[in-house]
């Protein structure tokens, strides 16, 4: 059974152009981050230079691509091979874990997402404008955009200046758009409610409760109490970055206030004249520089997965000023958590959406949009179990199999007993009863993100396996598990039976074997009926007088669609990792293990033969318990798998 409890998103992204001098327009480096309307990392200002990251790296440098290129090469060969498989949207996640700490940055979350192209399907029809409630916006079947208001590509990143809670909050924001000459215009727009786009019914759904948005709310003095949904506007001219404004939903009776985080800018539109509810512009509390902005120049490099253009076609390069580049610094601005609500740990933005517009005026026509989506869901905690069921005298390991590298878990036993540490990724227990993780995003954080329970069963008729199973192994080929095992355990009227679950916790027979008198068994078992996900394989051996043993589970990741899939058991690893993959062709391939602040610690070249390939890594006394990352490099193809190390 499942507990999740509500919980926040990040506040990010207000920034105001009317605080003089809060503007740069020549190129910065942030929190590490290059903003020089450039997606190159190790590369800053036009010129190679080892060490800042950006949306993606093709120089050599400690500096990383933020956004996970895996499956590149692929895509590319197939917009090659099928002009109209371009005119497919495309999200790409972080490449990082969120919460991660790579070079002494918290890399918080980052995403990447390819619009609709030319005939677009996620367009407003005439009449929209910021301030309208969602529920009112229409949208066409299909229809062409505008040049000047196509969204090609939109790309987001937040990140800490440090590991620590109270370092500056950056965020970075990019977007392409087809036309280059002339200002263009547009919005990031931000929910607290999980607003939604149905492309069927051409309407917008789960709006906020305050004409159609959330707004914020505030005590008597000015404190935050509750966030609501903001707005970033931002115009850029034919040279540079002319305009950013900032604004956050209220009623109107809240502008005659003094906020303690930022001040009123002077600017407030509803849906109409006179409106109750609209959005107000804000400052921050002290004058400077606060954000940047700049466009790309000709022959910009358009990333890894190129730019389709609004006439269909691919391009490895942005023409000049069709990329643009922002930064903001949101602790400066007042609207970091950790300033306006002094709760680091409150994330109060769900959904994120950005729309053009057709002039400078907050009130114009909105054109185009890339529909709402989740920005930052840090995993929630999900359970796994070596033994759902503890035999007579024996114990059950339960782990967190998508532990997030920053979060906190802590275990309690509502009946059973925990032995040892009741803090960490995994739990030891050695009685029946059920089970709870309690997730915190960070050890800071006083409010629990997610909860998971699990339930471990006990019986006095089974007893474990693992004394009598030598060899327990299970190989992934194509679209079916290759199961094999040696037991010494024969000459009985007995049997073994292979289980199978797709949870971790209920099994059920997939096949049963005689025992043999050489204690050498095989099976295949075929999982292409089974969805994307995790599929476990344990055995279970019963004897004449009905008691019955137990073996470990095995796992495996289940995914038919892969030409190349990687597997790594056992995972949580306790003395060895075996990794394999499976190739179309033998090709050099690299592997390599990071820690979870991104530190190399292990590197190894090998050849890929064509079909299923295996290597056994001993697990290193360096290593200390925790989640890795295992990357294999196949001649540019990257895959990645977490581990835990015990």
Known sequence: MKQIVPYLFLCLLLLNGQLTNAQITSPQIKARFGVDADLRSNFFNNALQAGNDDWFTNAAGSGISIIDTTGVAALIA?????????????????????????????????????????????????????????????????????????????????????????????????????????????????????????????????????????????????????????????????????????????????????????????????????????????????????????????????????VVLQDNSLSTTYSARQFVEFSVNLSKLGLDPLVSLNDACALPFRRLMVKTRASVSFTAELKDFVAPFSFFRAPMADLSTNFPIICGGGISNLWVNNANATSLYTWNALTGNIVGDTVGTMITVDQPGTYVVSQQLMDSCSSTYARDTMIILGSSTCFTLNQWIDHFIVNKDRNSAQINWNSSLHGHATFFELQRSEDGVNFYSIGQYPTRSDGLYKATDDFKSLSRGWVYYRLKYIIPSGAYYYSHAQVLYVDAADNISLTIAPNPVTDKLKIQIKSVSSVPTELVIKDQTGKLVHKQMMISNSGLNQWVIDKQKSWTAGTYIVEINMQGEIFRKRIMIQ
């Open 78 to 306: 197939q917009y090659n091979a099928n002009p109209a498989s371009r005119r497919v949207p495309l999200f790409r996640s972080m490449s990082r874990p969120q919460f991660s700490i790579v070079n002494n940055k918290m890399l918080i979350d980052a995403v990447f997402i390819r619009d609709h192209h030319g005939d677009d399907s996620s367009v407003f029809s005439g009449g929209n404008k910021n301030g309208g409630s969602p529920l009112n916006w229409s949208c066409p079947v299909s229809q062409g955009v505008p040049d000047k208001n196509d969204i090609l590509d939109m790309y987001m990143h937040v990140r800490r200046d440090g590991v620590n809670t109270n370092d500056s909050l950056w965020f970075f924001g990019g977007l392409s758009i087809n036309n280059t000459t002339g200002s263009r215009y547009f919005d990031f727009e931000m929910y607290q409610t999980d607003i939604v786009y149905n492309n069927a019914t051409q309407k917008f759904s789960g709006e906020g409760p305050d004409a159609g948005h959330t707004s914020w709310l505030f005590d008597a003095a000015g404190n935050v109490v509750r966030a609501g949904d903001i707005i970033l506007t931002a115009e850029y001219g034919s040279s540079s970055l002319s305009n950013l404004e900032a604004r956050i939903w209220v009623h109107s009776s809240v502008l005659s206030m003094t906020p303690a985080a930022f001040s009123w800018g002077g600017q407030f539109d509803g849906a109409t004249s006179g409106a109750t509810y609209g959005y107000a512009s804000i400052l921050p509390k002290t004058a400077g520089a606060f954000y940047s902005g700049l466009q790309s120049g000709n022959n910009t490099w358009a990333g890894a997965f190129q």
